[in-house]
């Protein structure tokens, strides 16, 4: 059974940063793609960061220079860390992870899915 755990949400001042983390169990992590998403209220979810099973990474231009994808395959735990943030970056924010895909921002493509945390930033 997969497992995916989000933590590191919270309230942050704009300009401020959070760490995000998804702790996988369940399944051989390293071997798969995995990436992050976001859902502010009233819009559809959207692809923020995704890293594939060699590390290559793809970001969506809303954090591209602000945010970084990385993941620790000893500790089978994903992260994003959100530098500079704006008010906009308020959302939910979830992990996600599949065995292969071929758009890692596309939501679509994850059959995976964590419970999310709660990030809002305020001006």
């Known amino acids: 059974l997969v497992q995916l755990v989000e933590s590191g949400g919270g309230s942050v001042q704009g300009g401020g940063s959070l760490r995000l983390s998804c702790a996988a169990s369940?399944?051989?992590?390293?071997?798969?793609?995995m990436g992050w998403f976001r859902q502010a209220p009233g819009k559809e979810r959207e692809g923020v960061a995704a890293?594939?099973?060699?590390?290559?990474?793809s970001y969506a231009d809303s954090g591209k220079g602000r945010f970084t994808i990385s993941k620790d395959n000893a500790k089978n735990t994903l992260y994003l860390q959100m530098n500079s943030l704006k008010p906009e970056d308020t959302a939910m924010y979830s992990c996600?992870?599949?065995?292969?895909?071929?758009?890692?921002?596309?939501?679509?493509?994850?059959?995976?899915w964590g419970q999310g945390t709660k990030v809002t930033v305020t001006s």
């Open positions: 996600a992870e599949d065995l292969w895909v071929d758009d890692g921002l596309v939501p679509a493509e994850y059959n995976s």
């Open positions: 369940g399944y051989t992590y390293d071997r798969y793609f």
């Open positions: 890293i594939d099973s060699d590390g290559t990474t």
